[in-house]
């Protein structure tokens, strides 16, 4: 299994209507912070999650934050 590539050193604050999403964590996505199919032939998978209200949230852009999809500040120690 490789490594995520860090696609930011910073969360991707995005305004999401309810529904379900896939989030990157390959970190190869054109379409970032979401998947689209880029992770083939990593080893890696997208990570589904979904948002029951309309909000803003913080999604992970380093791909190494503990609580996957969403940031937890791991940025600031890459």
Do not use: N
């Not at 995005?14 to 390959?26: D, F, H, R, S």
């Amino acid at each position: 299994m490789s490594e995520p590539v860090i696609a930011q050193k910073s969360p991707y604050a995005v305004e999401l209507e309810p529904g379900k999403y896939w989030w990157c964590a390959c970190g190869r996505s054109a379409k970032q912070p979401f998947c689209d199919g880029s992770h083939k032939d990593t080893g890696m998978s997208p990570v589904p999650f979904e948002v029951e209200e309309s909000k803003k949230v913080w999604l992970c852009g380093c791909k190494h934050a503990k609580t996957q999809p969403f940031c937890d500040g791991t940025h600031s120690k890459l």
